[in-house]
Structure formats: structure tokens, C-alpha cells
């Protein structure tokens, strides 16, 4: 009964200002909010990247160039010319490779890509037939490339969804049209379903054969990448070590140390994109953490205000009786009333702002209880922590210091 008394009571005091009440709890409610919902965002992107692996594959493997040596010099990192079609070819037909189910020799570059008045700038990505298989690529209409294609250095291609709305009205079948791809026409034969993509749109690309990417398209001899597919996940460290020392062997390197490559698996590729959300993550959480410090300390100085706004209040319930832990309790009670407000408030407004960018970045919608917990929590502790002061020194006031008050 005494605290719902002292709840109404603090309800009461707090209503007579109402705008100074209302800006103190904005502070609050906007670090809440803030929190609420970068640390859903976070948790989104995160589980976004996820599902994005595990679409690929969770036993895929990814060769990338790295540094390249000529005798004892180090050449520099991203030349990206240490793999060649004869690396890929030896990991399909080593008797020393044991682990690998397929392989998948792929160049990537960029350029211009024209049909009629429209163009873009997309990704080129040579490939093999194999290439559907290991990437778990499904077609939307068309056929993939073939391995015919990559023998006879067909001029064919095959487009992501994003491409196709870039250059093709929406009526239009893109199947059967011809594309001008730096200046050569290539017939598309396809178009792939869409993956989407949290770090990078699979989407935004066209396939072409590997053999036209490299002879006819982009002048090189070597590849930006290979991909391997594993016969099991639980295989996945062998198979790194067994292509690793072939490859060290085939560029006559001793020392792994030395390795002018990169072999990575896609739980190397999820821990990495999740330590870079996570950290972004962290460091916009910090930022929205300081308005909640400004918020409380928003709210200590409200407090004390109120505090010599009603010293003559306070001396007159001492010199009635009022105990010390009563004062404390009063105040107390106010202080975390209004960071509670802030922070239900908080959380509805952070909810509400992170259901709209779901929903205009087509990202899924998923709670964190975890920060609508720790929003309760700290609002509660803000609450507790910048009301005690006030509260303290309204219960240590004189009865007569605080009547002659003026």
C-alpha cells in the first residue's frame, strides 16, 4: 500500500512540469532507442551473413591469390596472378587430393554492359559448368553454361536478377537477346534465381564461359579465384591441408609461411564478416550509449532542481516525522519512474525504426530480447545511479534550514 502511495505521489510531482519532465526523459528515450535498435540490426546482418553460407555451402572452400615471391623479394598483396587453370586442374587429378568432390577455376573483373540505351557496370564472372554445383546456383529461366560453351569460347551469358532490371523493362525476356559486353555481343542463354547477399550482391553479375573471360573478354592467364567443394564438412581442415602442400609444391615453395595463396572455408569467411558487423555494431552502440549518459545526467540535474524547488516541502514532511529512507524512497521513486518512461518509450521507437528498415532493405525482422532486457536494465540502473545523489541530499537537508528556505 505505501508504495503504491509513494508511486502516485511521484506521478503527481512529476506531472506539475510536464515539459521538464518530458525533456528529461527524451534523453533517455532516444539513447534506448538507439540501442534497441543498432543492436537488432547488428544481430540481423549477422544472421543474414549466415544464411548466406549455408546457402553456399558450409563445405566450400575458396583458393585467392596472395602475395606472389621472385627469389627472396615479396611482391605486393592483391597482385592476384599466383593461380592458373593448370593449379585447378591438378587439384581435380592429384592422387595426393583425397578430400575435394569438385573444382571450380572462376575469373572475376568489371566493365561496361550495353542493351539498347541502357547499360551498367556489373561483375564478369568466368566460369566452367561446374560452377553451378558448387555455388548452388538454381535458374530462374535458360540453361547455365555448359562445358561445350568453355571449349568452343561460346559468346553466351548468363544474368542475375539485378542485372536483368537494370537493362530489361519488366515485360521484356532477356533470353535470346544480345548484350554488347565491352564492345563484343554475347547471347544470353540464361537467368539465375535470386540469392541476394548481406556482404555482397550475387545478384549483380553475368556469367560467361571461362575460356571467352580469359581469351576473349580480359587478355589474362591466370585466375582471381578457385572454389572446391569438399566431400563433408568433417573433412574440411584435410582438405585445406592437402590442397595447400600440393599448391606449395606446384609453386616450388617451401615454406607455408611463404604461401603466395589463400585457402578459405566459409566458417573462415562467417567468423571474419561477423567480427567486422560485430565491431561496427559495437562502436555505433557506444555512440548511442553516451546519449544515455547524457540523458542521466539530464536527469540527475532535473532532479536536483526539483530538489530546491521543494526544500521547504521536504523540511516540513521532516518536522513531521518523516524519516530519512522515506525522502530517499520519494525520490528515488521519481528518478526511475522517468528513466523506466524513457525507456519503455525507447524501446517501442527503436522496434518501430528497426521494422521500417527491415522493411525497406528487405532484411527479416527478428527481436532481440537480449537488448530489450538490457534496456530495461539500464534504464533502471540510470534510474538508481543519477537519482541517489539528489535523493541523498534531499533526505540530508535540516528541518529548520529547509523551512527558512526561501
Known amino acids: 500500500m505505501k508504495t503504491l502511495k509513494l508511486v502516485k505521489n511521484s506521478v503527481r510531482n512529476l506531472a506539475i512540469n510536464k515539459m521538464r519532465t518530458g525533456l528529461a526523459i527524451l534523453g533517455i528515450v532516444i539513447g534506448i532507442g538507439s540501442v534497441i535498435a543498432l543492436v537488432s540490426m547488428g544481430e540481423a546482418s549477422t544472421k543474414a551473413i549466415q544464411a548466406q553460407i549455408q546457402a553456399i555451402g558450409s563445405n566450400l572452400l575458396t583458393i585467392s591469390p596472395g602475395v606472389s615471391f621472385s627469389g627472396n623479394v615479396r611482391g605486393a598483396a592483391g597482385g592476384g596472378t599466383t593461380l592458373t587453370n593448370e593449379d585447378a586442374l591438378a587439384i581435380r587429378t592429384s592422387a595426393k587430393v583425397t578430400t575435394i568432390k569438385s573444382v571450380s577455376p572462376e575469373y572475376t573483373g568489371r566493365t ?10 556489373t561483375q ?29 569460347l561460346s559468346k553466351v551469358a548468363v544474368l542475375g536478377p539485378t542485372v536483368v532490371s537494370d537493362l530489361f523493362d519488366a515485360n521484356t525476356n532477356p533470353v535470346g537477346q544480345t548484350i554488347r559486353i565491352s564492345g563484343k555481343n554475347f ?65 616450388k615453395l617451401a615454406d607455408p609461411a611463404s604461401a603466395d595463396f589463400r585457402i578459405m572455408s566459409q566458417a573462415d569467411i562467417l567468423q571474419t564478416a561477423s567480427q567486422v558487423t560485430g565491431t561496427l555494431t559495437s562502436l555505433l552502440t557506444g555512440v548511442a550509449a553516451i546519449s ?30 518523516a524519516k530519512k529512507k522515506e525522502i530517499i524512497y520519494q525520490f528515488l521513486t521519481e528518478a526511475i519512474l522517468l528513466t523506466f518512461s524513457g525507456g519503455i518509450i525507447g524501446i517501442i521507437l527503436g522496434l518501430s525504426g528497426y521494422f521500417a528498415y527491415s522493411k ?32 541523498q541530499k534531499a533526505a540530508n537537508l535540516q528541518p529548520i534550514e529547509a523551512l527558512r528556505y526561501e
Do not use: C
Request: net charge neutral; hydrophobic share 45%.
Open 360 to 391: 525497406i532493405s528487405g532484411t527479416a525482422f527478428t527481436i532481440s530480447f537480449m537488448s530489450i532486457f538490457l534496456a530495461f536494465a539500464v534504464s533502471a540502473a540510470i534510474g538508481i545511479i543519477f537519482g541517489w545523489y539528489p535523493a
Open 187 to 251: 547471347l544470353i542463354i540464361g537467368v539465375t534465381k535470386t540469392k541476394g547477399g548481406a556482404a555482397q550482391n550475387q545478384d549483380d553479375r553475368i556469367f560467361i564461359p571461362l575460356s571467352t573471360a580469359q581469351k576473349q573478354l580480359f587478355g589474362v592467364k591466370y585466375l582471381s579465384s578457385i572454389s572446391l567443394e569438399a566431400i563433408s564438412e568433417n573433412v574440411m581442415t584435410d582438405a585445406q591441408n592437402q590442397v595447400g602442400y600440393l599448391l606449395l609444391d606446384r609453386h
Open 124 to 152: 564478369i564472372t568466368g566460369v566452367e559448368a561446374i560452377y553451378a554445383e558448387v555455388h548452388k546456383i538454381s535458374m530462374d529461366s535458360g540453361s547455365f553454361i555448359t562445358s561445350q560453351h568453355v571449349a568452343s
Open 112 to 121: 561496361q554492359v550495353i542493351f539498347g540505351r541502357n547499360n551498367t557496370n
Open 292 to 321: 544515455l549518459l547524457v540523458g542521466g545526467i539530464g536527469i540527475m540535474n532535473i532532479m536536483l532542481m526539483s530538489v530546491t524547488e521543494r526544500t521547504r516541502e521536504i523540511g516540513l514532511r521532516k518536522a513531521l516525522g
